[in-house]
């Protein structure tokens, strides 16, 4: 068990629904990451979180919509999702230490199909 | 930005042979070098990593090896077991940004 949680771990919603995914880690990080894994395609990094700062939007559509409430918690809000938005959405946290990469520890995933 | 090649995209081997996956990188800058194994409906864990100050390191079956110079880093598992059937992630990390290759489907016949 890495310690990082994320609920639903299945969601299944229309293209005018609203929905949230929630990540937790139990680790004491003080990083926390989305990812967009899709079939036959590398990770794709949505957004860093840093002590509860947003780092990082790797040119993500605004229907999808990030919220860190504090170190431990990670949400990603959608809306108006396309179906080419289904995939599997990973989140991941990290010690971040002041200097150097360090490791990223992930959750199982949500898997999200948009009807 | 940082391109991470991997390859194969599928491999298939006898229970006991060995498997090695290779990746190339673009960015010198990266410094770190994980390996991640992901089972189907999981997210991926890490199996082993390397830091650019090493050139080789082994965790009982499974071993990487970097070289910087060439800008490309391989895993290698030996005597291969089932189990080690799942796909393959690497990746290359400089703070905050980590880039990972597309993934190997390893699969081990008993």
């Known amino acids: 068990e890495t310690g990082v949680t994320q609920t639903p771990r299945h969601l299944v919603m229309g293209m005018t629904n609203k929905k949230s995914l929630k990540c937790e880690q139990h680790?004491?990080?003080?990083?926390m990451y989305w990812y967009k894994q899709s079939a036959k395609k590398p990770l794709e990094l949505m957004f860093v979180?840093?002590?509860?700062?947003?780092?990082e939007n790797n040119s993500v559509p605004s229907r999808f919509s990030p919220e860190c409430p504090n170190s431990s918690h990670l949400f990603l809000h959608l809306h108006t999702l396309q179906p080419e938005d289904s995939a599997l959405y990973l989140c991941?946290?990290?010690?971040?230490?002041?200097?150097?990469?360090?490791?990223?520890?992930f959750g199982p995933g949500t898997r999200l199909t948009v009807l | 930005g940082e391109n991470v090649e991997q390859h194969p995209s599928t491999l298939s081997v006898q229970e006991g042979d060995s498997a090695v996956i290779k990746c190339t990188y673009s960015?010198?800058?990266?410094?770190?070098f994980p390996w991640y194994k992901q089972e189907l409906g999981k997210g991926p864990q890490l199996i082993i990593d390397?830091?650019?100050?090493?050139g080789e390191k082994k965790d009982q079956r499974i071993a990487v090896t970097l070289n910087k110079t060439a800008k490309h880093f391989s895993l290698h598992i030996t005597e291969t077991q089932p189990e080690d059937s799942a796909v393959y992630f690497c990746?290359?990390?400089?703070?905050?940004?980590?880039?990972f290759g597309a993934g190997t489907r390893l699969t081990v016949k008993p």
């Open positions: 390397i830091r650019s100050n090493v």
């Open positions: 991941a946290s990290s010690l971040q230490t002041s200097g150097g990469a360090d490791t990223q520890y």
């Open positions: 680790l004491g990080h003080n990083a």
């Open positions: 960015d010198s800058a990266s410094n770190y």
């Open positions: 979180y840093n002590f509860k700062e947003q780092t």
């Open positions: 990746a290359a990390e400089r703070i905050n940004d980590m880039r």
